[in-house]
């Protein structure tokens, strides 16, 4: 489905290169953007100019940051004493946590998970600044405990384990997100794995 | 929900303007292309480009194009020759009506339909070109029907309806697009008006 006008085709399958957009949206954004004025196009373009300038890793944590060396999180002194750090898979994780407003300690973002099948290894990921990070912070005790942040699925669990694994030599207890009910949600609708793991981990009221 | 990094927010925002895209999705989108090389984005900024630059309103039908003047399907001799004009809402019905694969003639691009509670009025469109269009070619004899292919909501038939009224001091006759049940689906999914209509307009076998 297509207007066989080469610009448009062309911003549609440039369009259709980003996560999550398919030929069909792409050609509705692109067709929006055709009603947009000079001004308006000519500021996202810049915007994305902008995020590709700027945007780099940080030294320390691998979030995204515009600054030289490290991110703020990593510059923040009161995250900086928390005893707890949070890995992640990617820096989106990290929106999502500070949105929840519970945790105010450091992050390490991975860049994905160990998945075999998609041809990731351990080497692909940010683990061995992992471990440099866990053995100088517990050595000088400021670090008690690393709280293993990673989706519910095989991929994540596998991760959870081997990071356990190669943290074992440090004095640091590894803990990961509890699993069970979402909140508002009915006992209905949660799933069997779920519900067991939820009876299994049951709370004092 | 963000990493407060001004040059990503910047982007998610820019990208929250378009057509059907959240906050979340902006916020996804800006993240992905972090994730791509600078070859890629550019190709993107280069295609936003060359769509502004390159892309206007044929003068004939108000379609997309990249011609000087007339449009791919207003210069198509074979379509010149059909005695049917489509009127439609916009660009992409084109493309759909394309794929359809079954219209061979050529089109009007009303860019809208008449929607008083968005202030849209008939005057927004482009209805004195089609009258100017239906005027020229009837009396050349070269047109016997014009089919309104508009959505099936208020606003469409609102505006099919006034389409016809203007055009009824010429000799042509205006048709819009049969309603009825959709091909592949089942009797008791249809609606009860869509079923009056599929009743109503019953074909032989």
């Known amino acids: 489905m297509s207007l066989k006008v080469p610009s448009i085709d062309r911003l549609a399958h440039e369009l259709s290169k980003l996560p999550g957009i398919g030929a069909k949206t792409a050609q509705r954004l692109a067709l929006g953007i055709i009603k ?21 890793e940080c030294d320390n944590c691998f979030c995204y940051t515009e600054n030289p060396k ?8 009161k995250r900086l004493d928390s005893p707890i750090l949070c890995v992640v898979k990617s820096p989106t994780d990290i929106a999502k946590i500070e949105s929840a407003g519970v945790f105010k300690g ?14 990731v290894g351990p080497e692909d990921l940010t683990l061995t600044e992992l471990i440099k990070r866990v053995a100088t912070l517990s050595k000088k005790g400021e670090l008690i405990e690393v709280v ?58």
């Open 36 to 56: 947009k004025n000079e001004r308006e196009v000519e500021s996202l373009r810049e915007a994305l100019q902008d995020v590709k300038e700027k945007i780099r």
């Open 106 to 119: 450091c992050y390490h973002v991975l860049h994905g998970c160990i998945a075999p099948l998609d041809g």
């Open 148 to 205: 293993v942040a990673l989706d519910a699925d095989m991929e994540g669990d596998t991760t959870s384990l081997y990071i356990k694994e190669i943290l074992s030599d440090y004095e640091v207890s590894v803990t990961r997100l509890a699993h069970g009910v979402p909140m508002g949600s009915y006992i209905d609708f949660v799933d069997q794995r779920t519900l067991g793991r939820a009876l299994e981990n049951r709370v004092k009221l």
């Open 70 to 77: 490290e991110c703020d999180f990593c510059l923040d002194p």
